[in-house]
C-alpha cells in the first residue's frame, strides 16, 4: 500500500511506508525490533481468532442443541485460547518496557500547539505530519526518550517504531527504540490534546 505522496516524499522512489497513507488498514512498514514483535503478536493472535470464528460458526451451526459435552468445550477451550494468547502478550509487554544501555537519550516535552496549515505546506511535506524541525537520531544505537509534557496530557507515538508513551506533566516516562534502518518516519501526538 503505497501512495503518490510518499514516493515524492524521499529524493529516491521508496516502497517503503513510514507514514500513515489514505484509507490505510495494516500497520505501517517495521523500522524497529519492538515494533517487529508487536506485528508478529497481532498476526498471530488474529490466527487464533479467525481460527475460533471459523470452528465456532460450524459448531453452532451443526449441534445447536444444549448438551454437557459441548457446554464443557466451549468453556474450557476459551480459557485455553485466553492462555496462549496471554503468554506470548505479557513477555512482549515485559520486554518492550526494558531499557538496556543506552546510547542516547532524547528528553521530549510536550507542548499545546498548531499544525502546519495547508496553504504553508512545502512540495513533498504531509498534511498534518510535517514539522519546522525534524528530531535526527542515528540508527543501530540504543536510543531512550525520556518524555514528560508542560501543559496537558500528551501522547509521543512513532508508529513505524512501535511508540507510544503518554506525556504527563510533571511526570517523567521512557521508552526506547533501536531503529533498523534511515528513512523519515512520522508521528502524532496520540491525545486528545487541543485547545
Ligand atoms: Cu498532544
Known amino acids: 500500500m503505497c501512495s503518490n505522496y510518499l514516493v515524492r516524499l524521499n529524493s529516491t522512489p521508496s516502497i517503503l511506508l513510514d507514514a500513515p497513507a489514505p484509507w490505510q488498514i495494516g500497520f505501517q512498514d517495521v523500522a524497529s525490533p519492538g515494533f517487529e514483535g ?50 506470548p502478550s505479557f513477555k512482549l509487554l515485559y520486554t518492550l518496557d526494558e531499557v538496556i544501555d543506552p546510547a542516547l537519550t532524547v528528553k521530549v516535552t510536550g507542548h499545546q500547539c498548531y499544525m502546519v496549515p495547508e496553504s504553508d505546506l512545502e512540495e513533498g511535506q504531509l498534511r498534518l505530519l510535517d514539522v519546522d524541525n525534524r528530531l535526527m537520531v542515528p540508527v543501530n544505537t ?18 513505524s517504531l512501535g511508540i ?24 502524532q501526538c496520540s491525545e486528545l490534546c487541543g485547545v
Open 164 to 187: 507510544k508513551i503518554d506525556a504527563t506533566p510533571g511526570r517523567l516516562n521512557q521508552t526506547s527504540a533501536l531503529i533498523e534502518r534511515t528513512g523519515v518516519f512520522y508521528g
Open 38 to 87: 508487536i506485528v508478529s503478536l497481532h498476526d498471530s493472535i488474529m490466527f487464533y481468532l479467525i481460527l475460533i470464528l471459523v470452528t465456532k460458526s460450524g459448531i453452532v451451526y451443526k449441534y445447536l442443541n444444549h448438551g454437557t459435552l459441548i457446554e464443557l468445550i466451549w468453556t474450557i477451550s476459551p480459557a485455553l485460547v485466553l492462555i496462549a494468547i496471554a503468554f
Open 142 to 159: 540504543h536510543i531512550r526518550f525520556i518524555v514528560t509534557s508542560t501543559d496537558v496530557l500528551h501522547d509521543f507515538a512513532v508508529p
